[in-house]
């Protein structure tokens, strides 16, 4: 569901005309709050254009009606704001001293590096390393900021001569896997499994790719289809600081990915 502002941005940030979609795209950034209580009529009259050209820019977006795209965005929008309170105090409170907030954010993020060095299997992280050696066809996958660490792993093997896939926009994502095959590995970030509830999980099975899972949720149902499985960060789901901390955690693991595939193979 979070893709939703993404593929706004992403048609913001790459589309060279800036046509009619264009505009629309723009409008909706800039009010994207108000999004989720218009209706069609109004955002068309926002964006001074037609309803028709509304439903046809939600359909490119990938999106079957405006009423699921505003759906998304209200989703999305509560997932940000459950986000801020990584700390019991921060969703309650509005008089937090600053020095406090500095202090747990780090303290968050400190816990959860901790946790992974303590729990990261090195055996497992190295059979992926091996994985990837081996293979040619490698594709990553994940949703939102998952996936924009799978462009920065995508970047350090390119500089090592090794070439993979980390495509952002899921539709893409889509695309390739059902173009893979038994010879392909794919391997999916994701901090809280959430990539589970979409339909790549069962294009990745249907293609008979080797898959590999780097997750911090140890709960979620895909893990059994994965060959396999590096569990990293705090598994704790139920904790506000779960995302948070679990982003840099990742962080980690692929910059770790990045040293050890230098040490073990050039």
């Known amino acids: 569901m979070g893709e939703v502002i993404y593929r706004l941005l992403f048609f913001v940030n790459s589309n060279k ?3 009619v979609y264009y505009t629309i795209a723009w409008t909706m950034l800039q ?15 926002m964006c001074y254009t037609s309803t028709s050209t509304i439903s046809r820019f939600i359909k490119k977006l990938g999106y079957e009606s405006f009423g699921d795209f505003k759906e998304k965005v209200e989703l999305v929008l509560g997932y940000y704001k ?5 700390h019991p105090d921060f969703g309650e409170k509005s008089d937090i001293d600053p020095s406090s907030m500095v202090k747990n954010f780090y ?14 299997d090195i055996r497992k992280l190295d059979k992926l390393l091996e994985l990837i ?14 996936q924009y660490m799978s462009m ?19 539709k893409e994502q889509l695309k390739c896997a059902e173009e893979s095959d038994e010879g392909s590995l794919a391997i999916i970030l994701s901090i809280a499994g959430r990539v589970g509830k979409t339909d790549l999980v069962n294009k990745i099975k249907e293609s008979k790719s080797k898959l590999v899972v780097i997750t911090q949720n140890p709960k979620v149902d895909f893990l059994e289809d994965a060959d ?13 600081e779960f995302l948070l901390g679990g982003r840099y955690a990742l962080l980690s693991i692929i910059d770790l990915m990045y040293y050890r595939y230098v040490f073990l193979y050039n």
């Open 152 to 170: 920065e792993i995508q970047a350090k093997l390119l500089a090592l001569g090794k070439f993979v896939t980390a495509f952002v926009d899921v």
């Open 228 to 240: 396999l499985v590096i569990l990293f960060g705090n598994k704790n789901t139920d904790k506000e």
């Open 31 to 45: 009010n994207i709050k108000e999004v989720p209580r218009l209706n069609i009529n109004q955002l068309a009259d």
């Open 107 to 120: 303290g968050v993020i400190n816990n959860h590096l901790k946790e992974t060095c303590n729990n990261l």
């Open 133 to 146: 050696y081996q293979h040619k066809k490698i594709n990553f996958f994940g949703m939102q900021f998952s």
């Open 82 to 86: 459950r986000d801020i309170s990584f």
């Open 17 to 19: 005309e800036k046509d």
